[in-house]
């Protein structure tokens, strides 16, 4: 099973920027993965999806402001955040979208003042 590794969490004033990196154990270069989202006292939510044929996909609130890519050589997913908002703030997760998926362990990101 594909062992999964967040980094780059951090608390980030509103406005700012945060680069969000998935470490992946094993070549990634042939899946479709995503990154996800939990805010506090809410239900874990798909941020942002990659196909295995680097098609990207987001949801509406962070359309313009996140992107998401891969480095297949390294074995790594990023989330590049900008623009971030308070109601981005929460512990963000990689995840191999197939059935039983592996998903890593999360890397929390705060947007305050």
């Known amino acids: 099973q594909v062992q999964l590794a967040e980094s780059g969490g951090d608390l980030v004033q509103p406005g700012g920027s945060l680069r969000l990196s998935c470490a992946a154990s094993?070549?990634?270069?042939?899946?479709?993965m995503g990154w996800y989202r939990q805010a506090p006292e809410g239900a874990r939510e798909v941020v942002a999806t990659?196909?295995?044929?680097?098609?990207?996909g987001y949801i509406n609130p962070v359309k313009g402001r996140f992107t998401i890519s891969r480095d297949n050589a390294k074995n790594m997913m990023y989330l590049q955040m900008d623009s971030l908002k308070p109601e981005d703030t929460g512990v963000y997760y990689c995840?191999?979208?197939?059935?039983?998926?592996?998903w890593g362990h999360g890397t929390q990101v705060t947007v305050s003042s």
């Open positions: 995840h191999i979208i197939r059935p039983n998926g592996p």
């Open positions: 094993e070549n990634i270069s042939d899946t479709f």
């Open positions: 990659l196909t295995r044929f680097e098609h990207p």
